[in-house]
């Protein structure tokens, strides 16, 4: 064979070799990926670099070691570091699973069609309007020493009950605020299981208990342990509710007031930064449990738009 010919067709599959962008987009590298740099740039701006930046503070007290920072969260009186991590798990966990317990049954109703449905909807909602300071002052006016309840109750010589300015008023802020998250959040996820498969069940004889129980609560689980985790995170920041309803210096010292106290008035940054570090990985060990929990439930499709 000659030279000339044998050079023309190594060329000509040369040629037929695929460009270098066709090799990149087989491998899922193309044009769009461009579409997730305004996500990127977002996650970088507001989560990556205060997190970076907090941590290096962490480390860098006015004075000790790397680590006295966190050191001085859990030993120092006036810090109160454990204490406040008890109190905070102790309002965000109930709160959350209230709010997750309470939205099941009323999410499952609002599956079907019936009057009003749009009308309650919006009613169940409405507290995500309201705000944190709204919210509070509506507390103490209806559960203060003189607010509408326990007017109320000193109708019959009951009274007064002290529901806000302790523990309790705080819980109930973050249950009425944790809410409509929760509530709509399952719904969506029940929006998402076939209903012909309760109908199967139905048909084999089970009733509405059996179904709920055995079809739909399987396949809601996995929806039901993410809503957790959700509003756990949301009532674990607590701050406004535990100053405006709670008692900061007592019952409701969370962890969030401790971080503003060492910011705010001991201007002490690191300690300040150490707290916060400390609340997340609070955070981030409580959501571990609850989606290694999670992979123990259904392993099917959880259906849902959530």
């Not at 000659?2 to 087989?26: W, Y």
């Not at 997190?51 to 920072?69: D, M």
């Not at 009323?106 to 709204?134: D, Q």
Request: hydrophobic letters at 50%; one cysteine or more.
């Amino acid at each position: 064979m000659s030279a000339p010919a044998s050079t023309s067709r190594q060329s000509g599959a040369a040629d037929r070799r695929p460009s270098l962008s066709h090799r990149l987009a087989e491998r899922g590298i193309d044009r769009t990926l461009w579409l997730m740099a305004p996500g990127l740039l977002f996650i970088i701006v507001l989560f990556v670099y205060p997190f970076t930046y907090g941590l290096n503070l962490s480390l860098h007290p006015q004075e000790g070691g790397t680590f006295a920072a966190y050191k001085a969260f859990f030993t120092d009186p006036s810090m109160r570091g454990w204490e406040s991590l008890w109190i905070t798990l102790k309002l965000s966990l109930p709160a959350a699973l209230i709010n997750v317990i309470v939205s099941i049954p009323l999410a499952y109703k609002m599956r079907g069609n019936f009057r009003g449905k749009r009308t309650l909807t919006t009613l169940l909602v409405v507290p995500i309007t309201l705000g944190t300071v709204l919210t509070a002052e509506g507390l103490l006016n209806f559960f203060g020493p003189r607010g509408w309840f326990n007017r109320f109750l000193d109708l019959f010589g009951i009274g007064p009950l002290q529901l806000v300015q302790n523990y309790w008023g705080v819980l109930w802020s973050l249950i009425i605020s944790g809410f409509p998250f929760a509530f709509l959040l399952i719904m969506s996820y029940l929006s998402g299981i076939d209903p012909t498969l309760e109908s199967a069940a139905k048909t084999l004889g089970a009733d509405w208990k059996q179904r709920f129980r055995r079809v739909t609560l399987p396949l809601l689980a996995p929806g039901l342990a993410t809503t957790f985790c959700l509003t756990f995170v949301l009532a674990f920041s607590v701050f406004p509710s535990a100053i405006l309803v709670g008692d900061p210096s007592g019952s409701t010292r969370v962890i969030a007031y401790v971080a503003y106290n060492a910011w705010g008035q001991k201007f002490d940054y690191p300690l300040a930064s150490a707290s916060a570090i400390i609340m997340g990985i609070a955070e981030m060990i409580v959501i571990a449990v609850v989606l290694m929990l999670r992979s123990t439930m259904y392993k099917g499709s959880t259906g849902g738009k959530g």
